[in-house]
């Protein structure tokens, strides 16, 4: 696990400062949605105030290593105290055919950070990672990453 949080911190750190830059500047009152993408890294994390939801997907060899030409794609799903669940998912696209969910959704609350399985992210695929709010009485509208493909 040591390994695999290490790669968290790791791809996470430039991401994340980049997503702060851009919220920090936003000047509005609302949760502000950030996507992003660097060298076969992408996130998604909406900034709740006093906490956040983040997801973060990257392209990855069978090992869970990062690798921009890995065959894989791999990711974390994080809830920082935002103050409601974030049900987290991935999704993929096979030869632009469309996307589809992949596994199962993770409900995270009130804090947590969850490492998702591999998935086949070949040639001609491409993986995004998805989370939505859960306000209780209803669910919040998805929120997805830019997708990650081999090379890319």
Request: aromatic share 12%; hydrophobic share 35%; charged share 10%.
């Amino acid at each position: 696990m040591q390994k695999k949080i290490r790669r968290f911190t790791t791809v996470a750190a430039a991401t994340l400062l980049a997503g702060s830059a851009v919220i920090g500047f936003s000047g509005v009152a609302n949760a502000a949605i950030v996507s992003s993408c660097s060298q076969g890294v992408c996130q998604v994390y909406e900034d709740m105030g006093s906490g956040y939801c983040d997801a973060l997907i990257d392209q990855t060899d069978a090992n869970e290593n990062y690798s921009l030409y890995g065959n894989f794609a791999g990711g974390f799903y994080e809830n920082q105290n935002a103050g409601y669940t974030c049900n987290f998912w991935m999704e993929r696209n096979v030869n632009s055919t469309g996307w589809y969910q992949v596994g199962s959704t993770t409900a995270i609350a009130p804090s947590g950070v969850v490492q998702t399985p591999n998935i086949w992210n070949g040639s001609g695929y491409q993986a995004r990672i998805c989370f939505r709010f859960n306000w209780g009485s209803s669910l919040g509208a998805a929120h997805c990453s830019p997708p990650v493909s081999i090379g890319v």
